[in-house]
């Protein structure tokens, strides 16, 4: 009877402790995880460093022969297929022809005569007849919108005196611009009687993107319909490109032989991302279009342009000071701001801090650099440096905006933890006293 409530009292006393005990094991690991969230490196995904070769060899399935899509502002070949086969580029060719003119005429609205070399319907939507008076805008437009093959001979003619002076300029434009896997023959890309008129899907992209650079080039090539004059007389005229109904597209020319297949090179513009866009032989002009459509669509769906490193949000949180600990938040000295690829590409950071960081630091002091590394390859590397003056040892740090949320919010959420617990225990022992 004496021993029987000390022996209870004992063993309420030990229950009490090991729920104490648990409490405060629990405590400790939700510490842990919340502080330690807040130093997890963020992975992130962009594209990598320009290069010759495709940067992504994502199947897209497309019947045409060759393809290519290249970033127009960079040159970066985005992804491709068989782009330097040589192939007939039929009036993509009219591209090439279109810009030298452009480049060599004085007077847009200059009247020439057509002659009998470039009379005749030649495959094309109207007839011109020799002696007929157009304007050199005209024939630019019927060559570009309606891809009219006698209009871009007219033009030929007027600006080297022959088609054979004028391929001879076309040629070496081409040297120029950097395609050189390409050899011209005709001035509009009838293939029939030149066998060895024959381009890359990779070349034509080149001179696509040469094209865009000219405003007059790209303001004609964007026309969904206009009308020219022939003798005074109008003339309606359609652009063959049918998916300027789309409106991030914005040119540029198709073409189509019995030896070509169905062509197309386009420009597109969408979020910030510009585009040049080449198929070649493609088996129908439905399936060119789709053809097309599908590798604009595999680029808009994935690539996305991405601030990379922030200069404003600090990288890293280092220790200093002797008597007092000191944090000094380190931050990106510049900017980075790339093409991501939101589903393929992983990016990574390392950090490397200097061995010697010691009070004072200046501002800009730089204390570290950051790499950043793309599927395992070093891509870039920044300075770190402090953003703040700290002369001696207190106990101060300016947090960004990012990391002074999530510390407020861990350290709340933990004080109201232990508010908590303290109320369970004293509510907890009152219920104790009421029963005994």
Request: proline share 2%; glycine share 4%; net charge negative.
């Amino acid at each position: 009877m004496i021993g029987g409530p000390p022996s209870s009292l004992s063993r309420r006393k030990h229950k009490k402790n090991l729920i104490h005990i648990i409490l405060l094991v629990f405590v400790f690991i939700f510490v842990l995880y919340s502080f330690g969230n807040l130093f997890i490196t963020d992975k992130i995904y962009c594209n990598p460093y320009k290069q010759d070769s495709a940067i992504y060899d994502t199947y897209i399935n497309i019947n045409a022969e060759s393809a290519i899509v290249i970033n127009y502002d960079t040159g970066d070949i985005l992804w491709e297929k068989n782009s330097r086969n040589k192939l007939y580029p039929a009036s993509l060719t009219k591209m090439l022809s279109s810009i030298i003119a452009i480049e060599n005429i004085g007077n847009f609205d200059e009247i020439v005569e057509i002659t009998k070399n470039a009379s005749g319907r030649n495959h094309s939507s109207f007839k011109l007849n020799t002696g007929d008076d157009v304007s050199l805008i005209d024939l630019l437009k019927a060559s570009l919108i309606s891809s009219h093959n006698n209009a871009i001979i007219a033009l030929a003619e007027h600006i080297s005196g022959s088609t054979e002076d004028f391929i001879d300029l076309m040629n070496n434009k081409a040297k120029e611009i950097g395609a050189e896997s390409s050899t011209f023959e005709s001035v509009n890309g009838l293939d029939d009687i030149y066998p060895s008129h024959k381009s890359t899907a990779l070349d034509m992209a080149k001179i696509a993107s040469y094209c865009m650079e000219d405003d007059t080039f790209s303001d004609i090539v964007s026309i969904k319909e206009d009308i020219i004059k022939i003798n005074n007389r109008e003339i309606e005229i359609t652009n063959t490109n049918t998916l300027l109904t789309n409106d991030y597209i914005k040119g540029i020319k198709t073409g189509y032989t019995d030896n070509a297949g169905y062509c197309m090179a386009i420009y597109s513009e969408k979020e910030d991302l510009r585009l040049i866009t080449v198929v070649l032989n493609s088996v129908s002009l439905e399936e060119r279009d789709n053809d097309i459509l599908k590798l604009l669509d595999w680029a808009y769906d994935n690539l996305k342009y991405t601030m990379i490193v922030d200069s404003r949000e600090p990288a890293i949180s280092v220790s200093t000071g002797e008597e007092t600990s000191i944090n000094i938040n380190l931050y990106p000295e510049s900017d980075y701001t790339g093409l991501l690829n939101i589903n393929e590409d992983k990016v990574e950071f390392e950090h490397n801090l200097s061995k010697d960081i010691s009070l004072p630091v200046k501002k800009s002091d730089v204390l570290g650099k950051m790499s950043i590394f793309l599927n395992d390859n070093k891509l870039k590397e920044v300075d770190l440096i402090s953003k703040e003056n700290i002369e001696s040892e207190f106990v101060y740090q300016e947090l960004s905006d990012k990391s002074d949320k999530k510390t407020i919010i861990s350290i709340i959420v933990i004080v109201v933890f232990y508010f908590l617990i303290f109320i369970f225990i004293i509510v907890k022992n009152l219920l104790s006293k009421r029963v005994l």
